[in-house]
């Protein structure tokens, strides 16, 4: 299976079902934007602090795996020039809507986030990637590519999944409501499932996910040659999964590029 076309296309379902993030920003929040009015988020549930940001006004800001017409046309309304990348041709639909609705300017770019080529070294001043890495096997060129784009004193913005939230067993955590630990790590949904339960997931255009340690959401940012200045954790609904209640499930990190 190529993960990549496979998890393409699965988004593009997700997206013109009207998943929760691929629900357009309204005119009121790019309005509000516009008066310096706005947030963002990299996890379900904390906005990223403005500081993380700095003024966004007349910089070039990469939106790293973001479509859904959301985090992209906000920073574009706050002043940044925005180049919108994403591996689905609807979520970017997402963001070219709010962009004609609202009149802005946004770059729109579909590709693999571990393939930035078509974009110089020291293209940007910013990039901003929230969770979206579970539905991506590799990590380690996306945060080398993410370094070599980046200018120096860049940031890289970043949300991903803690790694252990893979151990336990989807559908007993969803049907019944009970955690049940049931995967080694790593976990990869291609790997760790049976043929079944993938045969499912394929039926019902569900993109397949990967867990990732540590090392390779934070380590290999700082073998990239970053430096981490910034670090939060975050929940979900305990409605939408029930771990929440006993840990942080997401974690986001601002990345430097000295």
């Not at 639909?93 to 020291?122: P, T």
């Not at 990637?129 to 784009?149: D, G, K, Q, T, Y």
């Not at 929440?244 to 986001?252: L, M, Q, R, V």
Request: negative net charge.
């Amino acid at each position: 299976m190529n993960i990549l076309e496979y998890n393409s296309a699965a988004w593009d379902k997700l997206a013109e079902n009207g998943i929760e993030w691929s629900i357009p920003a309204t005119t009121e929040t790019i309005e509000k934007a516009r008066k310096g009015d706005w947030e963002v988020i990299l996890t379900p549930l904390k906005t990223v602090p403005r500081e993380w940001f700095g003024d966004v006004k007349g910089k070039d800001i990469l939106c790293l795996a973001s479509g859904g017409g959301q985090q992209a046309p906000v920073l574009a309304a706050a002043g940044a020039n925005v180049t919108a990348f994403d591996n689905s041709v609807v979520q970017l639909e997402k963001d070219k809507f709010v962009a004609e609705r609202d009149n802005l300017q946004i770059i729109l770019e579909k590709g693999d986030a571990g393939d930035l080529s078509r974009f110089d070294d020291a293209s940007f001043d910013l990039i901003f990637h929230p969770c979206s890495n579970c539905f991506m096997a590799n990590l380690r060129p996306i945060w080398r590519e993410c370094f070599r784009v980046l200018r120096r004193t860049g940031a890289l913005l970043a949300g991903f999944n803690q790694p252990f939230v893979y151990i336990f067993d989807r559908q007993s955590e969803e049907q019944d409501r009970v955690l049940k630990v049931r995967h080694r790590l790593p976990y990869s949904d291609l790997e760790s499932l049976t043929e079944p339960e993938k045969a499912e997931m394929i039926a019902k255009n569900e993109p397949f996910e990967f867990s990732h340690t540590l090392d390779e959401q934070i380590g290999e940012q700082i073998a990239a040659g970053f430096l981490i200045a910034g670090f939060y954790e975050d929940y979900w609904t305990d409605e939408a999964r029930l771990l929440n209640k006993f840990a942080p499930t997401f974690i986001s990190t601002k990345a430097i590029k000295p």
